[in-house]
């Protein structure tokens, strides 16, 4: 069965498979290349007649990396005319429903809304909502920040990708009445880079009124650059190619291929400035006027409700490209922890974490160690802050710990980065999702609570599911998070002795 349904910018034709309508690879913006590579996005240029939407488009430009790789997740067929969107819908007629805006992850490189671990079909069949995954640039082509481009006219300092998902959501807005939804109840929901993107897009003045719930998985408001950093990285790139920096014309001329050959160079060795992710979104004073994570704490940035949350191994999967994690002793791990903190206060935390965890029978042994606070430090914490932020300006946040275990290399990946996805658009039985998140009665009936809330906040401003405990905002005295895992119950400051040794690094 086929439909044909007219957007903002022409008619495209989907299709109807299992009740639910798809519409696919449709563009919400003009294909950045050429002269427009590099800037911001331009309107979507109408066509004539009737567009297949049958299939998606092909992902951004990327090199892919290890997670991907890791986790089978290859992006597949990639262009720089990579502006599109895919959206599902029930295949009943109807109108109002919910718009749930998926913005996915790849640390800023590699990813597509595209991929089939994103396949809405699920999630769609379970709730009466509409779904949209999008595409945005990434890497050097999304977030290259240099003084040339932001001095062409309407140009910006690094934030390509953040404005590409902007003007999504602007598309989204103008055309939810055609596919059923509500353009004035969209949720954003995001893992990794796309919940941090999220955390800027609350930031971003620009993204205002666009949305009025978001989910933010893995993922805050603390992994923007600053200028001078971004700056800083961004002529790395120029020097990798033996450019000038302000012959914004030979950037332009350059094949995809050397573009992100430089890419993938400047990735190897300036990681670790921007907590591990050179390229992002970057405080450039207009598009972001403030570092996120400031402007939602003094209150300047959207006031929406939010459901925020972490996974408890969050880099065990990242351990899997580092082997020499794995062969860490105290010395070693004193220093790798000295590199990413003030001076002074690895030796501190190393201690309150041995001893946290000794207290609870938990494993001390150096890897262990190095695993928990990377977790805690690049996500668990900021998580924390963005709902401190939200409690202190009077609004409701739902906070979730994610630990359900991976059985996968014998159970060395715990509750780790990314796993709970699955979980979320609901678990398919395909083979490979299986190795990696299990299966049987118990992780299907994790998927369904957890999409039963997922679904349930973006219908009504609240998490409140079926088979859940009471699910209480979160606040500084109680900090009450939801416990989701083989077991989902309601506790009161989860690893709180760990979070305690953070209050003056993050």
């Not at 989860?494 to 305690?500: F, S, T």
Request: overall charge negative.
């Amino acid at each position: 069965m086929e439909l044909v349904i007219e957007t903002s910018a022409g008619r495209v034709r989907g299709r109807v498979v299992d009740g639910v309508r798809s519409f696919r690879g449709i563009p919400y913006a003009a294909p950045p290349v050429g002269a427009r590579r590099f800037r911001p996005p331009q309107p979507v240029e109408p066509w004539a007649g009737v567009r297949d939407a049958g299939e998606s488009a092909p992902a951004a430009p990327q090199n892919g990396g290890p997670v991907a790789r890791m986790l089978g997740m290859a992006s597949g067929e990639t262009s720089e005319d990579c502006l599109t969107l895919d959206v599902w819908a029930p295949a009943e007629s109807g109108e109002g429903r919910p718009v749930m805006v998926w913005i996915h992850g790849g640390s800023f490189t590699f990813g597509a809304g595209s991929q089939p671990v994103y396949d809405a079909v699920g999630l769609v069949q379970r709730g009466d909502v509409v779904v949209v995954n999008l595409h945005y640039r990434l890497g050097a082509l999304g977030w290259l920040a240099l003084p040339a481009l932001e001095r062409e006219e309407g140009g910006s300092l690094g934030n390509a990708g953040l404005l590409d998902q902007i003007e999504a959501l602007r598309f989204v807005r103008e055309n939810a009445r055609a596919f059923g939804g509500d353009p004035e109840r969209v949720t954003l929901f995001g893992e990794s880079a796309g919940a941090m993107s999220i955390g800027a897009l609350l930031a971003a003045p620009a993204a205002a009124g666009l949305f009025q719930r978001a989910i933010l998985q893995s993922g805050a408001a603390h992994h923007a650059s600053p200028a001078d950093r971004a700056v800083e990285m961004s002529e790395r790139w120029v020097r990798e190619l033996g450019l000038d920096a302000g012959d914004v014309g030979a950037f332009r001329e350059l094949p995809v291929e050397r573009v992100l050959e430089a890419q993938a160079a400047v990735q190897a060795v300036g990681g670790f400035a921007h907590r591990g992710l050179p390229y992002q979104p970057t405080v450039d004073g207009r598009i972001l006027p403030r570092a996120p994570h400031e402007a939602l704490g003094d209150g300047s940035g959207a006031a929406v409700p939010l459901l925020v949350g972490t996974n408890l191994d969050e880099w065990k999967l990242f351990g899997l490209g580092d082997p020499k994690a794995r062969e860490l002793d105290d010395a070693a791990l004193l220093r790798r922890c000295g590199r990413n903190l003030p001076e002074g206060h690895a030796g501190r935390l190393v201690a309150g974490y041995r001893a946290a965890r000794e207290q609870r029978s938990a494993s001390t042994a150096p890897h262990e160690l190095w695993f928990a606070i990377e977790s805690d430090r690049n996500f668990r914490l900021p998580a924390i802050r963005l709902a401190e932020s939200q409690h202190r300006r009077g609004l409701p946040c739902w906070m979730y710990l994610f630990t359900w275990a991976s059985p996968a290399l014998d159970g060395a990946v715990g509750s780790c980065h990314a796993l709970e996805i699955p979980f979320v658009f609901g678990l398919s039985g395909d083979a490979s999702v299986s190795a990696l998140v299990g299966d049987g009665d118990a992780a299907r009936e994790l998927s369904r609570h957890m999409q039963d809330a997922w679904l349930a906040f973006a219908q009504e401003g609240t998490p409140a599911a079926a088979g859940l405990p009471e699910w209480a905002p979160y606040d500084e005295a109680r900090r009450t998070t939801l416990i989701l895992g083989a077991e989902c119950r309601r506790e009161d400051d989860p690893l709180g002795d760990e979070r305690a040794l953070w209050a003056e690094l993050v």
